[in-house]
C-alpha cells in the first residue's frame, strides 16, 4: 500500500488465531503501539472494520486507517523509528503503525502474516524430578550478587567498629 500522508494511523489486527505479522516500509519511518482493543478510542467491528477498513488472507488480517487527531492523546505512546517490524497479534490485540516520517515521494508500506500455532508438548514429556523450578533458578542466579553484598556489609560494620575503637 502507498504512503503518502503523516496524519493517518493504520490499525492492524486478527479475527482469530494468534497471527504473526510482518510489516517493512520503503522511503518511510513508522513508530508503534500494541493495544488491546478495548482500550482504543474507537471500534473495530468484528467482521469487518469501521471507516473503510479492508481484511485480507486466509488469516483474516483487518487493516483499518485511523486519523492521527482521534489518536492525540495516544501519540506520546508510540515507540521506535522502525523501517521493518514484526509482531505477534492476538485477537484481542490491536497494532498501532504510525508512519510518521517520509523520506520519499513514493513511500510504501507491506504487510505479511501468518498463523502462528501453540506448540504442545507431547504427552510422553512430562516435567521430572531433575527439572529446576523458577523459584531455585531465581536464587541461583542472584546467590554471587548477595554473596557480595553481605561481605561489603560486614565489612563496613567491621571497620566502622575499629575506627570507633581509636
Known sequence: MTLNRTEVVYA?????????VHIAVHGAMFKVLAAPRASLPFTLNA????????????VRVCIT????????????MFSGDYTSYSASLKPDQVLLVWPHKLLARQASMNIRASVTRARTLPQTSQLHGDT??????????????????????????????????T
Open 12 to 20: 492492524i489486527s486478527v479475527l482469530e488465531d494468534p497471527v504473526s
Open 132 to 165: 529446576v523450578s523458577i523459584p531455585g533458578a531465581l536464587i541461583l542466579a542472584a546467590l554471587p550478587r548477595l554473596v557480595i553484598a553481605a561481605s561489603l556489609i560486614a565489612g563496613g560494620y567491621l571497620l566502622y567498629r575499629w575506627s570507633r575503637r
Open 65 to 76: 486507517t485511523v486519523g492521527t487527531e482521534e489518536l492525540s492523546g495516544f501519540l506520546h
Open 47 to 58: 467482521t469487518q472494520p469501521d471507516g473503510g477498513g479492508v481484511c485480507f488472507g486466509a
